[in-house]
Antibody, heavy 125, light 107 residues
């Protein structure tokens, strides 16, 4: 079955760290760019980060309200079909459901054609 | 960043109704727009890309239109499985941004 399964979420104190994982199956993982998007419960979707297919290029949200640059690191292990999001110096405003996404290829480039179910991160003392 | 604004934020409709959701971009995005469907507790589902191209396996009652700044998602005859929240996403410029969602509820 073609799917993405996130894990690693949980409760963490402000200033703490978490590493999210996203295990891919059912497709050739190494061919695809991967992304993380987050959603505050009851709110909209916000793009967080992306990594290209071989892991050599990454980008992060850096607008004032959504900035994770310098705190979050995206990486991947193509041998394990897994993408990661290392989150450091967490803040209350990082509390959200984090989704792993696959970017489509060809005419579906820049769109997200496969999503996981998400893993919940709660930052609170 | 490009702001995406959806309207309405929610709509109540009956099975068989025609439902139209609007998405407006804060600047022109050509046809670089996608629509997604999200049901509670489930992964969002990719419906439409390029403003009007239906993803494989998506029922033909879904259609998309528009270009530039104004786009619509239409469900021609609402089915029980279609009650969900729908999001638009622009892919014209970085970073990708989403609308705030439109919840389609049972009337």
């Amino acid at each position: 079955e073609v799917q993405l399964v996130e894990s690693g979420g949980g409760l963490v104190q402000p200033g703490g760290s978490l590493r999210l994982s996203c295990a891919a199956s059912g497709f050739t993982f190494s061919n695809y760019w991967m992304h993380w998007v987050r959603q505050v419960p009851g709110k909209g979707l916000v793009w967080v980060s992306r990594i290209n297919s071989d892991g050599s290029n990454t980008r992060y949200a850096d607008s004032y309200a959504d900035s994770v640059k310098g705190r979050f690191t995206i990486s991947r292990d193509n041998a394990k079909n897994t993408v990661y999001l290392q989150m450091n110096n967490l803040r209350a405003e990082d509390t959200a459901l984090y989704y792993c996404l696959r970017e489509g290829r060809g005419t579906r480039n820049w769109y997200f054609d496969l999503w996981g179910r998400g893993t919940l991160v709660t930052v609170s003392s | 960043d490009i702001q995406m604004t959806q309207s309405p934020s929610s709509v109540s409709a009956s099975v068989g109704d025609r439902v139209t959701i609007t998405c407006r971009a804060s600047q022109g995005i050509s046809s670089w727009l996608a629509w997604y469907q999200q049901k509670p507790g489930k992964a969002p589902k990719f419906l439409i890309y390029g403003a009007s191209s239906l993803e494989s396996g998506v029922p033909a009652r879904f259609s998309g239109s528009g270009s530039g700044t104004d786009f619509t998602l239409t469900i021609s005859s609402l089915q029980p499985d279609d009650f969900a929240t729908y999001y638009c996403q622009q892919a014209n410029s970085f970073p990708p941004t989403f609308g705030q969602g439109t919840k389609v509820e049972i009337k």
